[in-house]
């Protein structure tokens, strides 16, 4: 009774029971959600009207003043304290800036996008910045924001920034002014503006506030505040006699390595890809592993020949899978069910997975959209398990490479062992490949064995990466690597990794390292 | 501009309001309690759909939004059955009801209220996968976790309820709260 199976078979048939929504309901929240759609649509509308007033009125005020005045008199000095100026803060300046109002009457030339340069104010005097840090007003100029986050009336409009600006005032009165706009992290869109603690002008960004706008008004604050231990600013060094941007992305750019990938319609394309494990200890040069960064599968550290044979595992219906996992794999459909598969899935984009549940066995086989098995799993699930694992042995790694290498791409030359998981019925080998030596990315291959070292499934495994290394279809790796120096950025920042509890030489302190911006 | 937020909200209600009801509906085992949330996730949704940028497809955006107001859900009903704990326990549960044998639309009832006991991602992800039929890679997506997270939680939930449905039907309480 309620065996596996059986209750799979009552879950799929609970729709029976299912109650439909209710008619009066579904109309009543079709129509409050019209009413509500209309109320967003004017709330919105009425936001940008406003935007739109207060912009021209700041225009007009402009205009009449910069023509009233004479053009000699000296520019007064810019409002922002140059301590905060900074590589995060500058894109943003202006609109997080509360006291923008009464400034922008104070420029002379600020009508004109060339003569607001004059007045932009300069980057920090800490002259230990790296001169990469220092933002052009050029840039800062070209980076602006809309107008929207611009207008100079917050009495009439409030625009996301200066709202959460206003907010983040209240919440921490003084200590707020430490604090400046976090590029990377806000999302206008999302109405998501972060705040990151600067230090020495350098972004702290594990230090930061978060302050969510909806609608004019804030809809949460979050914050992600470090331990008082953390907040003493004397820890943090100073960033003086640090590498500059350029010695940075020489170290960095020589990481740049060959590789393989398959592309888009499954060729093998040579590649060359940085081997940059996130950040560069600004002061010794050393490479320091970024936490999201850590999950990306390594090439292995050694490598076997192989003789591939790029058998071709072709299925176009479940019953190709059947005939397929029988005469290739000689699997065995001797179930209740027979061959007709307990499940059919279908993903997007990643095919179609079989699965038959039987008696004392699962199959699962998994096809590609273009009609290739990419793996299959045969679970015992009848027999007990003597509540041993089976470790790795070197027997049956040779057992797997040998099976493996049947189905391997012909262009693969050789492959590497990158590990293995076990539990009491069965042990996975996971391997890299690599082609004329050179590491193929982006693929793994897997084999699992029973307890008896009986081949029970294989995978031949995507695995795309959300922070995948930066990747160069380049002639040559000098190339790759003058694509890379001219087209890419640093960034100086502070971290404060954590010490790992097993190495004594890691430091409990925060420091100064190089990321890609 | 008016029209296209109206004609964009209704065609996104239209499409997919039976899903999200019904992963509420199996989520809540409350007709009511399931209007209510379907209600709070369309109109989560309106809110934030002019900032809309594509990013994500929609019905992960919907499902992301119904998983969320589903976790409060039962945070409420957990803080709310923890003061009432008194009170249920004078009531004595319907599922002691000696009969030798249930029928099998009672044993569904039986089913439902067993995935009412589960822990809301196990249950999830048996809603999902066993019940509306999803992909293991479709059910990572519209819940934002891992594949991996997937198999495990419906493994171990499919044995939470296996041991539910085979535990003897007489006596205990009616809430997994008590």
Known sequence: MNSFEELEQQLKRLPELEQSPRPEFVAYLDEKLQKEATAVKRRLRHRRILTHTATAAVVILLGSWVTAMPWQQPSPQASTSPADSNIASLPLDHPQEPAATTHVAEQPNSAGQTQTKAHVPKPPANTGVPEAQAISPTDNVKEQPPTEQYNNEPDKISPPLQIAQSYLNEMLGDESQHYTINTKQTDLKEGKIVFSRMIHGVPFYNDSYSVGVEHDTVSYFKFNRLPEKQRNLSQFPPPVDVLSEKEALKIIADTMQPVYRYNKNGALTKRYELDFPGYLDAKTGKMLAKPEQLSQVPSPKSSIPVKSQGKKLEVHSVNDAITLLQQEFGVTFDGERGTSPTSISYGKGSGTEYTWAGADKTITAQVSPNGVLTAYHVQDTASETNGSKRAPREDDVKKALEFLERYLDKKITAVGYLGSNWNEREIQYTFGAFVKGIPLKGRTYHVTLDQSGKVVGMEDSKNASKNPPLSFEAASREAAISEYSTKHKLELIYIWPKKASDDENSTDAPQLVYQQK | ?178
Do not use: C
Request: net charge positive; charged share 30%; glycine share 4%.
């Open chain 2, 1 to 178: 501009m008016h029209d296209e937020l109206n004609e964009r909200i209704r065609l996104i209600y239209q499409t997919h309001y039976k899903d999200v009801y019904s992963f509420l509906l199996y989520f809540t085992n409350n007709q009511n309690e399931t209007e209510d949330l379907t209600q709070e996730v369309f109109t989560s949704l309106l809110r934030s759909l002019p900032n809309y940028d594509g990013r994500v497809v929609i019905k992960t955006w919907l499902f992301s939004i119904a998983k969320y107001i589903a976790i409060d859900y039962y945070r409420k009903q957990k803080l709310k059955l923890f003061f009432s704990e008194k009170l249920l326990r004078n009531i004595v549960t319907t599922e002691g009801v000696p009969e030798a044998e249930l029928s099998h639309k009672e044993e569904l009832v039986e089913l439902k209220k067993a995935l009412q006991k589960l822990k809301p991602s196990y249950r999830m992800v048996i809603i999902l996968r066993s019940i509306k039929g999803y992909s293991i890679k479709e059910t990572a997506e519209l819940l934002a976790i891992s594949e991996a997270k997937v198999k495990v939680d419906y493994h171990r939930g499919f044995k939470q309820l296996q041991r539910y449905m085979t535990e003897p039907k007489e006596g205990g309480w009616q809430n997994e709260f008590v």
